[in-house]
């Protein structure tokens, strides 16, 4: 069975520009997060999804990110415009019926 | 006040030994809890999930909760090297919300 599927893997970008990160959950699986791992800060929550649904944003820094879920089997992150301060590894996690989560491989992105 | 709390480390045990690694949190009302091993550069994987007060053991790992102190540990027994990684401890308060992360302990084990 396929585990979560992120891309692109690595994503190096200038300040300014749009990055849009993508999301395969696990097939069956009805929950989508999007996490934030940084050294000073740790694995911090974006947001995620239930059924499709975003059920909790509070986690989005602001208004330069943006989330969506079109159907159960896919999911994008986008940040418009990126700055330095968004370079991080962006992970994508789901699980069944809020159980167990399970991590993708993540999304590595330098802002410069 | 942080929500989960976790000693940084490094927790440095040699090959064989007992890591205990452990974890406090602050939501009484919290019910699900997790234990995710992340090895540098990589995902964190899930390892043990407990969900009620005592242990549960599977292979080398004993996850401990006790809820009335608010604790949750994870033994591991007959340390390996490959076991030196860094371990996210995480906690649900009820169904419908995310998990709560602490920063993580890192452990190394020496051979």
């Known amino acids: 069975d396929a585990g979560v599927i992120q891309s692109p893997r690595h994503e190096v970008t200038e300040m300014g520009q749009e990055v849009t990160l993508r999301c395969k959950p696990i097939s069956g699986h009805n929950s989508l997060f999007w996490y934030r791992q940084t050294m000073m800060r740790g694995l911090e929550l974006l947001i995620y999804f239930n059924n499709n649904v975003p059920i909790d944003d509070s986690g989005m820094p602001e208004d330069r990110f943006s989330a969506k879920m079109p159907n159960a089997s896919f999911s994008t992150l986008k940040i418009q415009p990126s700055e330095p301060r968004d370079s991080a590894v962006y992970f994508c996690?789901?699980?069944?019926?809020?159980?167990?989560?399970?991590f993708g491989p993540g999304t590595r992105l330098t802002v410069t | 006040q942080k929500e989960v709390e976790q000693n940084s480390g490094p927790l440095s045990v040699p090959e064989g030994a007992i890591a205990s690694l452990n974890c406090t949190y602050s939501d009484r009302v919290s019910q699900s809890f997790f234990w995710y091993r992340q090895y540098s550069g990589k995902s964190p994987e899930l390892i043990m999930s407990?969900?009620?007060?005592g242990d549960k053991e599977d292979g080398r790992f004993t996850a401990q909760l006790n809820k009335a102190s608010q604790y949750v540990s994870l033994l591991i027994r007959d340390s390996q090297p490959s076991d030196s990684a860094t371990y996210l401890c995480a906690v649900k308060r009820e169904a419908g919300t995310a998990l709560i992360f602490g920063k993580g302990t890192t452990l190394s084990v020496s051979s």
């Open positions: 996690a789901s699980s069944r019926d809020h159980y167990e989560q399970y």
């Open positions: 407990i969900y009620s007060n």
